[in-house]
């Protein structure tokens, strides 16, 4: 989105009487174009929308009024201001292409708009359904290619030579930032520039770059390089907490004959024991008069096990000593049920990650830390 | 852990909500019939909990609304959310996704048959079988991958990774909403037990 955005502050000055469609002078609008093109190389921080400029810069062609690129409403984010560069050429990398073909272009266009929208989309939580976005990089990886090749080879056969060296000049640094631009990769220097090649190098570097995101996700991946390994890890913590879910859920049937889950009783044992603010949370959410008790309750001072047990039911009036003590007591054999769990946890995942023993840990940790609030 | 408490919240919320469904239907449940409601529900809280609709969740959900049984109990849960209504969408989208793994596989075998007689081994053997071995044993993972992550058979390689990374988030979640579920169970039930010991 920020790619778009200073290609459209260099439109304005550029094309100043441009706006009502005027006439700017091929000369004027290079400039434009090269001033962006140096921005964008500070701006770009694998940055998705690119747009076709950049490989325009080099050739004023002739036929300026047929590079109509129509504003596809799917595009947002300044594509518009192209609406008046559709007579100036201005908005089209298709500078070159039309020089080979204008049917070909025309059929490119769709396609590339569409690729455009994807290209924006694709950075946030992609909104598009799966069955779309498979079709548009079918037909993505298509036109990457085709037009890859096209436009490497216009631009090597260029006439013009200062834009040319300036523009290979910046090759190397914009390819390195344009890595996952689509439409504009280049191939650098001393590597292969097949078209079909290019498309798979941004391909890997996309698929590297969310395993980097996954190693901080999936505990210990830190040691682990290369896609196998990763995968690996990934499905074995995947099926790891799957087989968590399924335990506990069946623990949870177990325990609960009639599956009615007493909701205010659950939110204050769950206050009790592991002491988050988040607890506070869930109460004020889900129920809220029990929020209100639990809030009188705490303000006249009495412990918070008082509540659990007059949620019970059991008789209210219990001095603070006896509560004490009778905490006591109670923790005690909740401790061995922790034992128990481990146990259980232990046997039911054994040869799975290292997560289990640290989340086990942790349980205890919880309930140290309540036995310490009940001796205050 | 970096789960995010809102999150959580909004799950808890949502899977009450389904198992006070589940037990208003007052026929006696065996225990896996429980279990299977429980994490029934667990799921479709997972998915529903989510803000934007992605991939996985759209079919977990769709594939619970499948089962005649899970119909009923997934639109009370939903609710008019028209955003999880994508059901003949995701029909289609499976369908057309089958249909282009057919033509795939069958290009895959013209191409290999192909190129078994035309084949020749360029550069040291060694270092080019160790590569088709890497490669094999991705192709590997992936399969499995898509297995396990609901929705995943009809994706490419990077959506893929990209929807088991917010798989496993939300997974993350279930597992810390139930198992603080599961405790604060345990001891209310211990009190229990001691009071009526008493």
Sequence with gaps: MNGASPECHNNIPGNTTGGGGGEVSVFERQQARMKWQQQQQMLFNGNDHQVPNMLSAMQPSGLIGNFAIKPDPGIENGWPDFSYGDQLGYGSGFDHMNQNTHSRMTSFRPPLMADQTILQKNSSSASLSPKKRKAHENQKLKVVSEENGVKEKELKGCSDGDSTETSSKEKPKLTEAKKQEYIHVRARRGQATDSHSLAERVRREKISERMKYLQDLVPGCNKITGKAGMLDEIINYVQSLQRQVEFLSMKLATVHPRLDFDIDSLITTEMFVSGEVSAVGYSSEMANSTYLQLNSLLEMGTNPIDMVLRSIGSPVSIPETFVVSSCFNQIQPTVTWDADLQNLYRMELQHDTSTIPFQTQKFTGSYEGSNLKMEM | ?198
């Design chain 2, 1 to 198: 852990m970096h789960t995010s408490s809102p999150l959580k919240k909004e799950f808890l919320k949502k899977w009450m909500e389904g198992l006070q469904i589940c037990c208003s239907s007052k026929k006696q449940m065996n225990v896996l019939e429980r279990k299977k409601k429980i994490k029934l529900s667990a799921d479709i809280a997972m998915a529903s909990a989510k803000k934007t609709p992605t991939s996985w969740s759209n079919a977990l959900i769709s594939y619970a609304r499948r089962n005649e049984e899970y119909m009923i109990l997934t639109d009370q849960l939903l609710g008019p959310e028209s955003q999880f209504n994508l059901q003949k969408s995701t029909d289609r989208m499976i369908g057309f996704h089958k249909r282009v793994q057919c033509k795939k596989i069958l290009k895959r075998r013209n191409t290999y048959s192909a190129g078994k007689r035309t084949k020749k081994k360029t550069g040291h053997p060694r270092l080019i079988s160790a590569t088709l071995i890497a490669k094999r044993l991705v192709k590997k993972r992936t399969k499995v991958l898509k297995r396990l992550v609901p929705g995943g058979e009809s994706m490419d390689e990077f959506s893929l990774i990209k929807e088991a990374l917010d798989y496993i988030l939300s997974l993350k979640v279930q597992v810390d909403v139930m198992r603080s579920v599961v405790t604060a169970t345990e001891i209310l039930s211990n009190e229990k037990s001691l009071k009526s010991v008493e």
